[in-house]
């Protein structure tokens, strides 16, 4: 069930939201309600959901049994739950890629398995990760209550798409909420902006980028491949960013603090600046799981460029198991490195403007890899950009790209880059006493719901996550 379908905001969300402020029983209601949206897309799933919460619940009480950081048996019952966190995100999500590269590299014959992927593993599975890292280090009290527990890892408006909520975040709301009707409509209002960044931008330019990512890379002159990528870097942002505005305002709206997940990205300055502000929950997760505890920046450069390439590596796969995304995620860490080694201080005394258009031309680029279905793909989308197409006017633009798309690439553009007057960094607080916006928010549903009842093209993104 996706958030931007008639189902979810007339049936699904009405109806729950009914029964979540009526009745006593808050986490009773959340936990049936989250099953329910999950096994809408994948009933065969839920126990696979529930027996990854039974595992990491145990663990996390065993830990804190043991003594949590430092004790023998501690390091030990957090390794077996994070080694069964990463068996079954291996399974489910990597067995067939390594299965074939396996077969590529040592022609081995291996058989290959298809196995379907869980929506949301990479979200669950990590949070869990997090959840038994904290309980070891101490920063967060295991949780006795399995009901408790289960309940914040089926969390729906956050299971299937992030932000990456970690359990030490919510862990006092998930015993008391405070619900009030400001934060509900202040929630509503923030559910209503991500839907609107989703139906009326991301899906708006995602027709246009599918149909030139799906094209004989042949015919595609060069700005007409340079709109394909334009039209997918302003349709990924706002479709991975609405996603994560309506988490979070559904959130607020159940009493819960998610955390913000984007900053306005393509306003950076360096491509270190990007991942300050993209994903962050992600970014986050990485850096306080794995990078620091690799030594971070603390043991010289070297160590700290091997750091950086083996997150972005490992970052690059999390997002999906093919190449592609590897070297999405190389390409990310090689320009991280090439900062770290003194790039970074050039931008810095560039003039913001054009500090902001190289780092944004860097990412537009690296989204080649990441869209592509396959390495040769990718190669000859490379090479429609710099002009090497066959039959340059085999495709032209302008049949993909009308007047509506212009105009929402305007104001996707706009939106995304034009300056806010906040510091670079600070994410705007969550603000109440919006009554008087009621009626703009309502018309901007309704606007959003014309849209998708009238069939407009809804992509879901996440299938590969």
Not at 89 to 112: D, H, I
Not at 224 to 238: D, K, P, R, V
Not at 324 to 331: A, I, K
Not at 415 to 428: E, I, K, N, S, Y
């Given at each position: 069930?996706?958030?931007?379908?008639?189902?979810?905001?007339?049936?699904?969300?009405?109806?729950?939201?009914?029964?979540?402020?009526?009745?006593?029983?808050?986490?009773?209601?959340?936990?049936?309600?989250?099953?329910?949206?999950?096994?809408?897309?994948?009933?065969?799933?839920?126990?696979?959901?529930?027996?990854?919460?039974?595992?990491?619940?145990?663990?996390?009480?065993?830990?804190?049994?043991?003594?949590?950081?430092?004790?023998?048996?501690?390091?030990?019952?957090?390794?077996?739950?994070?080694?069964?966190?990463?068996?079954?995100?291996?399974?489910?999500?990597?067995?067939?890629?390594?299965?074939?590269?396996?077969?590529?590299?040592?022609?081995?014959?291996?058989?290959?398995?298809?196995?379907?992927?869980?929506l949301g593993i990479s979200f669950f599975t990590f949070q869990g990760i997090s959840y038994l890292v904290d309980v070891y280090r101490g920063d967060v009290a295991a949780q006795s209550s399995f009901f408790r527990f289960a309940t914040y890892k089926a969390l729906f408006p956050q299971l299937i798409a992030g932000p990456i909520v970690r359990y030490r975040q919510v862990a006092g709301e998930m015993g008391q909420r405070v619900l009030s009707n400001e934060r509900l409509l202040a929630g509503f209002s923030l559910f209503a902006?991500?839907?609107?960044?989703?139906?009326?931008?991301?899906?708006?330019?995602?027709?246009?980028?599918?149909?030139?990512?799906?094209?004989?890379?042949?015919?595609?002159?060069?700005?007409?491949?340079?709109?394909?990528?334009?039209?997918?870097?302003?349709?990924?942002?706002?479709?991975?960013?609405?996603?994560?505005?309506?988490?979070?305002?559904?959130?607020?709206?159940?009493?819960?603090?998610?955390?913000?997940?984007?900053?306005?990205?393509?306003?950076?300055?360096?491509?270190?600046?990007?991942?300050?502000?993209?994903?962050?929950?992600?970014?986050?997760?990485?850096?306080?799981?794995?990078?620091?505890?690799?030594?971070?920046?603390?043991?010289?450069?070297?160590?700290?460029?091997?750091?950086?390439?083996?997150?972005?590596?490992?970052?690059?796969?999390?997002?999906?198991?093919?190449?592609?995304?590897?070297?999405?995620?190389?390409?990310?860490?090689?320009?991280?490195?090439?900062?770290?080694?003194?790039?970074?201080?050039?931008?810095?005394?560039?003039?913001?403007?054009?500090?902001?258009?190289?780092?944004?031309?860097?990412?537009?680029?690296?989204?080649?890899?990441?869209?592509?279905?396959?390495?040769?793909?990718?190669?000859?989308?490379?090479?429609?950009?710099?002009?090497?197409?066959?039959?340059?006017?085999?495709?032209?633009?302008?049949?993909?790209?009308?007047?509506?798309?212009?105009?929402?690439?305007?104001?996707?553009?706009?939106?995304?880059?034009?300056?806010?007057?906040?510091?670079?960094?600070?994410?705007?607080?969550?603000?109440?006493?919006?009554?008087?916006?009621?009626?703009?928010?309502?018309?901007?549903?309704?606007?959003?719901?014309?849209?998708?009842?009238?069939?407009?093209?809804?992509?879901?993104?996440?299938?590969?996550?």
């Amino acid at each position: 069930m996706l958030f931007s379908s008639i189902v979810f905001l007339f049936f699904f969300l009405p109806v729950f939201l009914a029964l979540y402020y009526l009745l006593p029983w808050k986490n009773a209601v959340l936990l049936l309600g989250s099953l329910l949206f999950y096994a809408w897309g994948e009933p065969r799933f839920v126990p696979l959901l529930l027996l990854s919460a039974a595992i990491n619940y145990g663990a996390g009480l065993a830990i804190a049994r043991e003594g949590r950081q430092g004790s023998g048996k501690g390091r030990a019952w957090l390794a077996a739950g994070v080694a069964a966190n990463l068996a079954m995100l291996a399974w489910f999500k990597y067995a067939g890629f390594l299965a074939e590269a396996v077969n590529s590299a040592l022609a081995l014959g291996v058989p290959v398995p298809h196995i379907t992927l869980p929506l949301g593993i990479s979200f669950f599975t990590f949070q869990g990760i997090s959840y038994l890292v904290d309980v070891y280090r101490g920063d967060v009290a295991a949780q006795s209550s399995f009901f408790r527990f289960a309940t914040y890892k089926a969390l729906f408006p956050q299971l299937i798409a992030g932000p990456i909520v970690r359990y030490r975040q919510v862990a006092g709301e998930m015993g008391q909420r405070v619900l009030s009707n400001e934060r509900l409509l202040a929630g509503f209002s923030l559910f209503a902006l991500g839907l609107a960044q989703k139906v009326l931008i991301a899906n708006t330019l995602a027709l246009p980028a599918d149909r030139l990512f799906g094209a004989d890379h042949a015919g595609l002159s060069a700005p007409t491949a340079w709109f394909g990528m334009l039209c997918y870097t302003l349709q990924i942002y706002y479709d991975f960013c609405g996603y994560s505005n309506m988490a979070i305002g559904l959130g607020h709206m159940l009493g819960f603090s998610f955390p913000p997940n984007f900053d306005r990205p393509y306003s950076a300055r360096s491509v270190t600046e990007f991942w300050q502000r993209w994903h962050i929950s992600l970014s986050s997760w990485f850096r306080d799981y794995l990078y620091i505890p690799l030594g971070g920046n603390r043991r010289g450069a070297v160590r700290t460029w091997f750091n950086l390439g083996l997150v972005f590596f490992l970052c690059g796969l999390w997002h999906g198991a093919a190449w592609t995304f590897v070297l999405w995620g190389v390409w990310h860490g090689a320009w991280l490195i090439v900062e770290r080694m003194g790039l970074r201080r050039g931008l810095d005394r560039l003039p913001r403007p054009l500090a902001q258009a190289w780092t944004l031309a860097l990412v537009m680029l690296g989204w080649v890899w990441f869209r592509a279905p396959d390495l040769a793909s990718a190669s000859s989308y490379f090479g429609a950009l710099a002009g090497m197409a066959a039959n340059p006017s085999g495709h032209p633009w302008q049949a993909e790209i009308g007047s509506l798309e212009l105009v929402t690439i305007a104001v996707a553009l706009a939106c995304a880059l034009l300056p806010t007057g906040r510091p670079a960094g600070a994410v705007a607080p969550l603000r109440t006493g919006r009554w008087a916006k009621l009626p703009v928010v309502m018309a901007c549903v309704a606007l959003c719901a014309c849209s998708l009842a009238s069939g407009t093209y809804n992509p879901f993104l996440y299938f590969r996550f």
